[in-house]
């Protein structure tokens, strides 16, 4: 941390308490947040925190987007889905885009005019990315897409797509490519789900859709593949910043209800299990925040590789789960209310342990370096 990131961290608190917060349930009724957050975040500087400036971007570094994810974390929202927009879409644009994409995209990424998402999951195809169907078949100087995605977060909102697809259907990984759809999206159902209700996942189809060769990100096929290993440990690394967050609020918000709820004469926290419990959670808490920093730290050094990515996503979002499931025990009945965040926390776990590669598939990454 310095000074310029606990500006940042000032500027993004007051953002959600302002722009998000107040909404939550708003935006849980509709699956959605509202379009103009994108706008009102981009004209904070919000958006892009670490892509270049050259390219409309913050000019920061994995730290300013790490900040603001706590941040988010803390305000207890998970329906903004700006942890996929800046710190995974446009990295994929900045790391293998070129120079003309770059500027074509990224400027509108940072400013809000756009909302990016990336379509990798299909019906038949999670973390195994080589089972997709998609197909991008090329036409002269078009490529013509046909499939269909699923679990794809800002699904609604989202006008620049990347799409995973097989360029060549007949190879495996080396068939691969990804390929970049502005606009010309047919959308499915927002999807309802167990957690997240604010957020807009979506399904997506592409019927005939024709993109110029220009979209083709890097301009060469069957690098895909290649290119979402390369990019797969910072989408972990997010996972694993969201959650050690998250522990610490869920740990916050319970260790303040405790001191003020009573029971037999006496307030929670004067039971010893509340204590035993509760300490159990700060040392979760402190051992998580210590390696997710180091992950971080390593990340800013070039250095996070992709069994460490591995570790981190599992064992943040195990935690977390965790964590977060003795806090609601001590909330009691109030712990299965809706209307309190630590209900909403509890729901919104489960996920982080599937997404971005489940963690069985983050173990088997694991074992496959030792």
Known sequence: MDSDLDQLRQLARTFFEKEVTPNAERFAERKQVDRELWTKAGELGLLCLSIPEEYGGGGGTFAHEAVLL?????????????????????????????????????PKLASGEYVGAIAMTEPGAGSDLQGIRTKAIREGDEYVINGSKTFITNGVHANLVIVVAKTDPAQGATGISLLVVENDIRRGRVLDKVGMKGQDTAELFFDDVRVPAANLLGGQEGLGFVQ???????????????????????????????????????????????????????????????????????????????????????????????????????????????????????????????????????????????
């Not at 803390?74 to 889905?81: E, L, P, Y």
Request: proline share 2%; charged share 25%.
């Open 70 to 106: 706590e941040e988010q974390a803390r305000a207890g929202d998970s329906a903004w889905g700006n942890s996929v927009h800046s710190g995974i879409v446009a990295h994929y644009l900045n790391s293998y885009g070129t120079e003309e994409q770059k500027r074509r995209w990224l």
């Open 228 to 370: 979402l290993m390369q990019q797969l440990p910072q989408e972990r690394l997010i996972i694993g910043v969201c959650c050690i967050a998250g522990i610490e609020a869920a740990t916050e918000l319970t260790l303040k209800y405790v001191k003020e709820r009573t029971a037999f004469g006496k307030e929670l926290i004067k039971f010893q299990n509340t204590r035993f419990k509760l300490a159990e959670c700060a040392t979760e808490a402190a051992v998580t925040r210590a390696f997710i920093d180091e992950c971080i730290e390593k990340h800013l050094r070039g250095e996070l590789d992709v069994p460490t990515a591995a570790m981190a996503k599992w064992w943040a979002s195990d935690r977390l789960s965790k964590v977060v499931d003795e806090c609601v025990q001590l909330f009691g009945g109030y712990g299965y209310m809706t209307e309190y965040p630590i209900a909403r926390a509890w729901s919104d776990a489960r996920v982080q342990r599937i997404y971005g590669g489940t963690n069985e598939i983050m173990k088997e990454i694991i074992a496959r370096s030792l």
